[in-house]
Structure formats: C-alpha cells, structure tokens
C-alpha cells in the first residue's frame, strides 16, 4: 500500500510525466508562420487576464485528489501554498494528516520529499524535455494549476505566434513551438474551461479541465481541476477538488531541511 502510494503522490507533481512516451525517430520540423491579426487576439489574451485568477499568494488548505493510473485508484488529502512566480509547495497527506510527501517547486527546480523512506530527489526543468521532448518550465505548471493562459516553455504569452478561432460557445487560442501543440479553449465569461498540450514527436497528450468556478476572497478560482495524461499504451488522471482555499493572505513558505534524507535518483524510481 505505501509503495501505491509513493507513486501516485510523485504522480501529483510529475503529472507532465505521468505516462512514459514511445518516443518516434524525430524528424526536422519546421514551425510554421500563423498568419493572424494580432490585434484581435491581444484584445482577447486582455480579457482573458482580467477575468483569470488574479493573486499574489494562495492557500489550498484543504483539498482532495483522485489518482487513477491504468485504472488504479486511490484517493488522498493534501494541501496547496502558492506564492506567484515564484513557489509552489505541495503537501500530501495520505493518513490522518500526516504529511508523507511533500514537494517543492521553485522557478528553477522542484524537490521531491517522500517522508516514509527518508528520500529525496531534485528535478531541474530541463528533466521534462530531456527525458519526454515536453519543454516545460515553472509558469507553466503553475499556469496549469490555477487556470491561467500561458505559452508553454514561456513566462510571457507569445501573441505573434498564437492563432485565435472563434467557437460558437467562446474562443481557442492555439500556440505550438518544436516540441507541443497546444489548444487553450475559453468561455464566454472569458475564463479557461480546458488546456491540451500534444507532443509533436510522439503519442503523449496532456489535457487539463477547469470547472466550478467560485469566487474566494475575491479571486474567481475552479474548484475542480482534472488533468489528464494518455499515451499509445498508458493513461492516468489526476482530479483535484479544492475543500477549502483563501488567496492574498500571509502566507509561510518553509522548506524542508534534505540533510535529514538521502537523496535518490528519480530515473530509478520511475523504473520502478
């Protein structure tokens, strides 16, 4: 039951890498020139931002998460810190509150803490492309995880390089680099009801679901978020229903000392 465990709440923080991909020989590929205004799409990109949630902190003091990989499924509590731009923590808690796995993410790298075995384990960014050709980076899982629009692999939208369709039900803003495809679809309240992202080289696709939208402190903000990552042979899914959540408010970010744990090889633990 622990080793279940172990896995689905490194899962939680490694969702991009959830299903391992079979990876195709890559061929040159050139990006094509989107042909589009791009004052139409800054007009809506604008409306976007103003309607996306908008703070400075966050604090998901209570929430749930459903893991379901190849139809395994466990469910287990945890908590959410945020600071903008700058950290994401993540506490799981698997039994009675206490914290078992924790994982740290900084603009730079996360850190991974499985507090049972006394492990830890350091991935930098660069992990994702190298390892599934998924050039992500620090705002974009943080995007990812507050429902905000994003270029993948970039801190700033890139409107020369997005295409915008009109839908009958909103817009799409798609965007696409070497590495992914990705389709952002919006509502007509202007909020981001789901994010696709497609490697170009391989079967690996990433969906992220928004939906139940509530106003906290302020802050419009989904209360549930299903993210969902299938592969030729694989799939896993990971829904978060946020319970309890305040925004703006004093916020502590402590990190945990690694000179209590031994530090791991994450590649090793993925074989596992």
Known sequence: M???IAIFSLFAVLILSACKTTRTVTKPVQTPTINTSAAPIAQVVERIQQSQPQFKTANINKMSMAFDMNDRKINVSGTC???KDSAIFISIQPFLGIEMFKAELTTDSMRVFDKMNHRYYVVDYDFFNKRFGVNVNFYSLQSL???QLFCIGKKEIQL???KLTTLPTGNK???QNNNILQST???ALNTILKVILSARDSNYQLQTEYSNFAVLNGVNFPQTILLQATSEKKK???EFSILRAEFNTEVK???TNPDRFTKGDIDQLLKK
């Open 81 to 83: 810190k945020i600071r």
């Open 160 to 162: 020369d390089d997005c």
């Open 236 to 238: 896993a899914s990971c």
């Open 145 to 147: 995880l507050t429902a």
């Open 185 to 187: 679809e919006i509502s």
């Open 2 to 4: 622990k080793r279940k």
């Open 253 to 255: 970010f402590t990190g």
């Open 173 to 175: 803003i798609e965007y």
